[in-house]
């Protein structure tokens, strides 16, 4: 039945519109009207929305679940047989709100001024335009979707041109007890002049209304964050992580990536799953809400597949899968602990994780310390902060300290004090010292074990001519990645197609240089599309990057900024991993915690910001334990400005650093290799992370000591139990 509350189209005129207000402002020279008009069927009513578990058959079954469907709205469901929990497409008929769930909505534009909004159950079910085929793995549904009947019922070949209409097959399957939704855009149809910008696939699989204390959305904010759906939180907004971070080509934002990972899940009572991106993670948005007037508790992704707002409209339409692969869990696995390892599972699989270990054999836990040689201040003079003897000088006081293992992470060596990516790759800058005082440093380095890195740019790079360009044909420019501790230095995004002969060039300079490992500190943390000539899109850049990481690593240790996860196969560390969630801030609803370090534990090392650039020493200093990471520092030699000389002068708070350096150590030095299984909440401001060697490690932040499982955690203190 038609719900009478919507009207037969709905046309919502928006107040957005030069094109700089409609991606950004980066599109402010296209051409485009400046009115745009949003075009969006009725809701086709419940019988269409809802789902009704009685209407449900078997389709497929694979280990313990069991993929159920509903032939009259198309709505699948997996039974999970352990628990005998049903996590449906759509939502059950005992929500009484209207809620718009569907299997596929997209947005469609014909190039012009009008934008539709089209979705399987409005737009192709309730017109009866739907067709399935049933397979022993699975079962194929392809939804012909239209504003009216009449053409979606046509052959899509007879369809006129410039009508909207798309017609797109979903496949489900079963596979090796996991649950896979595929979508293949060169299956799609579209009549000519019909273009789609974006899809979102199964918005409420699992979404649901009435919440438990312990029930939450899982989400990749920084280093892994839960919406406690259980808890209230009146200052909630719907939640839009963009995986890898925003495409500098297409928006205005130049930060590093937030969303190192495509995931995304739901724990609900005892049950939980996982949803992975397989495929298309690198054009994928994850978007997340709370239950409210018009929505249910759900997470769900989207997908970018046409920048709509280019100067050629079909410069780069994505062309590929888009596969999501779902995990469930029951019983104690239902946690985000349980999440991870499941995660973490497939990502070895895939080949996206090393099956590596981290090699523990050097006994004491690496400190990270970088140091930054040079800096250029906003008027572009170069100041030398740290020359080689100095750093030199750093290093044996450090060891003298008693710190035994150090990654010298080394920045600032050029004439730009931020980058090194050209063939001058050995042309450190003069005021830092002679080569015989680099060599000299080295050695000592080297006959200490400890291992030197440089910082090293490869996306990004300065008085370029002919950088990468966005969508409005303007070069990408930016302040420096490396900004120590701030920058206005210009530089440029590279053409995706000169990577490979920049590393090439990089490879064949620093031949010349003793040293063990490059730190790249753009290519784990950006990444962009280029409408520079042939365009790249972000899928094609994220492959090219990974390769040309792979090559990097062929000769040298690898040092990965951020750790977009793309480019973690080839890594050995990661430096300045977020250990908080970076979207929104944390409270009681929403609560950070360590998925991605349980994911990469014991395979690679990482580490955060250095424990001095806090206000809180301490405090980093439990988090990194809490989290599993390796202490650091970010450190200059000389007196430079009383502002930063507070934070980042090492005779500041050398002392303090080594400190908890040797607590650190304590407390981790024997779960280098080792991986994380869990992780919890004892009580307000105590934790435990759990490893797979039966280790705990419990962190007290609070000033009172705790007593839990007749373990003693001294205030503001941690303790490492076997």
Known sequence: MI???????????????????????????????????????????????????????????????????????????????????????????????????YAVEMTLSDGGNKIYKLNSQDNSVAHGNFNYTASVDGISVTYSMALDKETGAKEISKVKDGTIRADITILYTLRDGSFYVNASMNNLHLPNGIFLEDITILNNFGAFEESGA????FVPDGSGAIIKTGVEDSDFTPLSLAVYGEDAAVTDSRNPSSCLIGAFGIKKSDSAFLCIIEKGDAIATINANRNDVASLNNVNATFKI?????????????????????????????????????????????????TKTVDASSGNLPMVVSVQGGYKDSERKYHALSSFQQTLSLMTLLKAKGVDNIYLRYNGLYDNANNGNTDDFDEFKNSLGTRKDFNELYS????????????????TYSNSLSGAKGINKKHIT????????????????????????????????????????????????????????????????????????????????LMIDKGNFYSLRNADIVSNIPVSPVARIESNAYVGIP???????????????????????????????????????????????????????????????????????????????????????????VYCTEYDNSIKVYINYTDTEVTTNGVIIGPTDCITIS
Request: hydrophobic residues 35%; charged residues 25%; aromatic residues 12%.
């Open 306 to 354: 046409t920048d709509i707002y280019s100067e050629d409209i079909q410069a780069s339409p994505y062309k590929d899968e888009i596969t999501l692969c779902y995990r469930f869990l029951s019983g104690k696995s239902a946690t985000y602990s349980g999440m991870a390892t499941a995660c973490r599972e497939n990502l070895i699989r895939n080949s996206v994780l090393s």
């Open 3 to 101: 719900n009478s509350r919507y009207n037969i189209i709905i046309k919502i005129i928006s107040v957005v519109c030069i094109a700089s207000m409609l991606l950004t402002s980066c599109v402010a020279d296209v051409n485009r009207a400046e009115i745009v008009e949003h075009v969006k069927s009725e809701y086709s009513g419940n019988e269409f929305h809802k789902a009704d578990k009685s209407a449900y058959s078997v389709v497929s079954k694979s280990g313990l679940i069991e993929l159920l469907f509903d032939k009259d709205t198309t709505a699948v469901a997996i039974r999970d047989t352990n628990s005998g929990a049903i996590w449906s497409s759509l939502p059950e008929k005992n929500v009484e709100k209207d809620i718009s769930s």
């Open 444 to 459: 000592y380095l080297n006959s200490q074990k400890f291992s030197l890195f440089i910082d090293t740019d490869v996306l």
């Open 595 to 685: 998925f991605v370090q349980m994911l990469i534990h014991g395979i690679l090392e990482y580490s955060t910001a250095g424990f001095n650039t806090s206000n809180d020493i301490k405090a980093s200093f439990l988090k990194a334990v809490e989290y599993g990471c390796l202490p650091s520092a970010d450190w200059y030699c000389t007196v430079f400005n009383d502002e930063l000389d507070e934070k980042y002068y090492y005779d500041k708070n050398i002392n303090d650093i080594v400190t908890f350096y040797t607590k650190a150590n304590e407390a981790l030095k024997t779960l280098r290799d080792s991986r994380m299984t869990s992780h919890y909440k004892i009580q307000d401001g």
């Open 478 to 557: 930016d302040t420096a990645v490396n900004s120590f501790p701030y920058s206005t230095s210009s530089q440029e995004f590279v053409k995706i197609k000169n990577l490979e002969n920049n590393v090439e060039k990089i490879l064949g300079a620093s031949e010349k240089v003793n040293f063990d490992g490059y730190a790249l500190n753009d290519m784990g943390a950006f990444l962009y599309s280029d409408f520079s000539g042939k365009s790249f899109s972000r899928t094609l850049a994220q492959l090219e990057i990974a390769s040309q990481i792979s090559a990097l690593s062929t000769s040298k240790l």
């Open 214 to 217: 312990e029930d939450y959305l």
